[in-house]
T-cell receptor, first 114, second 114 residues
Framework: GQQLNQSPQSMFIQEGEDVSMNCTSS?????WLWYKQEPGEGPVLLIA?????ELTSNGRLTAQFGITRKDSFLNISASIPSDVGIYFC??????????????FGKGTKLSVKP | NAGVMQNPRHLVRRRGQEARLRCSPM?????VYWYRQLPEEGLKFMVY????????ESGMPKERFSAEFPKEGPSILRIQQVVRGDSAAYFC????????????FGAGSRLTVL
């Protein structure tokens, strides 16, 4: 099936550092979403992107929808301990599936050392 | 404004039993989706429903799994004759008509098959 390649798989950083993670695919997406999941909970939406080239911020988080529509990145600035969790990218293919049929990456596990 | 409500949060079944997972979407959301998450993996789409209609069940296993979203009451994901491989977290999500790709997830139901 279709795959999103999300990297890195995990990150161990010091509090205050900036973080960058990305997702790539060989397929074209019409929507990119970034979610954060904490243990025992469901994913929580962070940022939604709808247009190629779109750059959107949500507090310390910034995400971009790649120009080629095959990739996206998420940056977190000045990390804090509560940023700990697993970050997932998700997208909807332009030519596959119904609305809400999202393809998820395998996640980036973020650990922040105080 | 309650979010997506799922119950039970945890369910233990023996092989061969049935599992029923329930989901009430957010108020104002008419689209319901079910996803499955295996340990250390991203979420995988199972099914998309609207009231009394299955719109896309391309991610549902061919046997033992069924889903419904009746006119009244919650959406139900039903797994008959469970096997150990069905052990996973099952997440329900809903979305509003205006942003059908922007999914809000519930906290999940964790199924353990003994």
């Amino acid at each position: 099936g279709q795959q999103l390649n999300q990297s890195p798989q995990s990150m161990f950083i010091q509090e205050g550092e900036d973080v960058s993670m990305n997702c790539t695919s060989s397929s074209i997406f019409n929507t990119w979403l970034w979610y954060k999941q904490e243990p025992g909970e469901g994913p929580v939406l962070l940022i939604a992107l709808y247009k190629a080239g779109e750059l959107t911020s949500n507090g310390r988080l910034t995400a971009q929808f790649g120009i080629t529509r095959k990739d996206s990145f998420l940056n977190i600035s000045a990390s804090i301990p509560s940023d700990v969790g697993i970050y997932f990218c998700a997208g909807q293919l332009t030519d596959g599936g119904s609305q809400g049929n999202l393809i998820f990456g395998k996640g980036t596990k973020l650990s922040v050392k105080p | 404004n309650a979010g997506v409500m799922q119950n039970p949060r945890h369910l233990v079944r023996r092989r061969g039993q049935e599992a029923r997972l329930r989901c009430s979407p957010m108020k104002g959301h008419s689209h319901v989706y079910w996803y499955r998450q295996l340990p250390e993996e991203g979420l995988k789409f199972m099914v998309y429903l609207q009231k009394e209609n299955i719109i896309d069940e391309s991610g549902m296993p061919k046997e033992r799994f069924s889903a419904e979203f009746p006119k009244e009451g919650p959406s139900i994901l039903r797994i008959q004759q469970v096997v150990r491989g069905d052990s996973a977290a099952y997440f329900c999500a809903s979305s509003p008509p205006s942003r059908p790709n922007v999914l809000t997830f519930g906290a999940g139901s964790r199924l353990t098959v003994l």
